[in-house]
């Protein structure tokens, strides 16, 4: 029996966070196989991410709050072990989708455990690892999807219709990463982690992220004129507003008193933003299949 600490640890729910990637790669596919799409689903949120999540946490050893966990148990080598079996099943399963998914699910395992892992530890170096972060979760992850439920070549994923809503999560991600680390500062500092919410600052984490999402926010106008409606961005902005409210009123608090970035705010902002980008991209997606 795996044990309760392994369990919290690998943070299956925290997977909800990415989903929207995945999510926008069925929208905008233009012929997705059901059962590839719900293997990838499978792959991706029970095994790759958990096993990240394990694996980065076996390595870490928090003692404060980490995403989806505000109060971490104690690890144990159990945790190390699960981590490394889930990635086996990863890749075991990824072999019925294709030799380009299944090199895609091992490259983004490595790289995610170089995050934390001791000998190399990316996680303390912070433009490198928001890059890193950034790409793989974001454009690699939806290339990744696309291909496999699309069954495409590599040339295919070269397409500007594939590209720009690939770099577009990059850029969601890039913009919400130091978020998710702006109530870390204390336990990444114990650990001599230089991440790059604690490099910006707390007020230069969130004037970071509010400049990104305006960015974002352009791309993903451009992105829905050219390619589909322009309407299609009004229900992005509709889908964003209660996380972009919380965002603001959260915002004002910090400004005046720096508790106020603490994990329960991080973890509503998350919440709500992923509720708003998942909602979205099923909207949109189910338009577009409509209309084609």
Known sequence: MISRSTWLHLRIPFSFFLLPIFIFAVSVSPHPSIW?????????????YPASNGYNSYYDKDEDSIGGLEKPPPVSKELWYVSLILDGIALLAGIF??????????VYGLISKLYSYDKVRLKKYPILSWILASFFQGAFTFLMTYQAINALSLEALTDSAVIIPALLSTAFLGGSYPMTQVYQHAEDARRGDMTLSRLLGIRGTFIFAAVAFQLTSLGFWYYFQTYYEGMYFVWFILCLAPGLV??????????????????????????????????FFIIIGILIHIKS
Request: net charge positive; proline share 0%; hydrophobic share 60%.
């Open 36 to 48: 590839k799409t719900l293997l990838v689903f499978f792959i991706l949120h029970f095994l790759l």
């Open 97 to 106: 989708l294709g030799w380009i998914f299944v090199t895609g699910l091992f």
């Open 246 to 279: 919380h965002f603001l009123v959260w915002t004002v608090k910090v400004w005046k008193d720096k508790k106020f970035a603490d994990f329960r705010s991080t973890m509503r902002l998350n919440w709500l933003t992923a509720t708003g980008m998942n909602l």
